[in-house]
């Protein structure tokens, strides 16, 4: 799934909204990608540590926040939003009418929901495209597996352990939108009547690294041999464009349970490896503005 770019071609002109754990890990992302350009890095704290790597690698920054992206929106192809879901809504009501591109990267819950591994290439055409959580991007690929693999659940449990330092204040604000949208977008992926969603910030020193498990109840009907077929290419195409992605226990019936567990170790780029909470969401939505630059 990772896009060659021409070198003759002109990168995607970026400008990124939110200046904490997620816009930062995001920035060094676009900084890496030969087929985006960041032009704008607006924040609304102008001594914070994602400004000041900004400025130590001569990208323009900003302190007005989105006032600072729409100024520049002539000059710009594309908004990422890394902030919180309120501001996301009020962002997206200002980005609109200006006809920009619009990656969300915050559990806001609307546009068109995108999920690369899954519906990448139905979303390039859409002006709005939320990226879920980092919860959903991990889990809801392997929930449609378990859905690929049955004639329909009844019932799908989803549950996330994210290290504590890799939670930044935005996230931690944003916990119900979490669970709401994560469920939200698994309905919506897969043919699965209840879900649950469950988040553990887990304070462990050294930190622990991302880890999902995704459950049904042993009597759901459900193939076996084609669950673990699709779950093994299902890992393969997202370790296209998350290289951390990893399935760490095989789809395996015990316990009144069928279950599959994943692990997500980062890249490091902003916070350790453990934090690939934000490595697969930022991930995610490079690969989604990769493939705008190819078109």
């Not at 809504?89 to 609307?110: C, Y």
């Not at 859905?147 to 449990?157: F, I, M, V």
């Not at 931690?172 to 969603?197: M, W």
Request: glycine residues 6%; proline residues 6%.
């Amino acid at each position: 799934m990772r896009t060659q770019t021409s070198p003759d071609s002109d990168p995607l002109r970026v400008g990124i909204i939110g200046t904490g754990n997620i816009g930062t890990d995001l920035l060094l992302k676009v900084l890496r990608s030969p087929a985006l350009r960041c032009d704008m890095f607006a924040g609304r704290r102008a001594e914070s540590p994602g400004i000041e790597l900004a400025k130590s690698r001569g990208v323009p920054t900003s302190a007005d926040g989105i006032d600072a992206i729409v100024a520049l929106a002539d000059q710009l192809d594309v908004v990422m939003d890394a902030t919180s879901a309120n501001d996301a809504v009020r962002h997206w009501s200002l980005i609109e009418p200006l006809g920009l591109k619009f990656i969300d990267l915050t559990p806001a819950n609307q546009g068109k929901f995108c999920v690369p591994a899954l519906n990448l290439e139905e979303c390039l055409d859409e002006q709005y495209v939320g990226m879920v959580t980092c919860g959903g991007q991990a889990a809801v690929p392997m929930a449609s597996c378990l859905d690929q693999a049955s004639e329909g659940l009844s019932y799908l449990e989803i549950v996330t352990a994210s290290s504590s330092r890799s939670v930044g204040p935005a996230s931690r604000a944003n916990l119900d939108e979490y669970v709401l949208t994560t469920q939200t977008a698994t309905r919506r992926f897969c043919d699965v009547e209840d879900t649950k969603t469950i988040l553990i910030i887990n304070p462990a020193d050294p930190p622990i690294v991302m880890r999902n498990s995704i459950t049904v109840n042993a009597s759901e009907q459900v193939d076996m041999h084609v669950l673990r077929a699709a779950v093994d290419t299902m890992e393969k195409t997202i370790r296209s464009y998350v290289p951390g992605y990893r399935v760490v226990v095989p789809p395996v019936r015990a316990s009144g349970r069928i279950m599959i567990t994943v692990e997500v170790e980062g890249r490091g780029d902003w916070l350790p490896p453990s934090a690939g909470n934000l490595d697969i969401i930022t991930c995610a939505a490079v690969a989604v503005a990769e493939a705008r630059a190819e078109r």
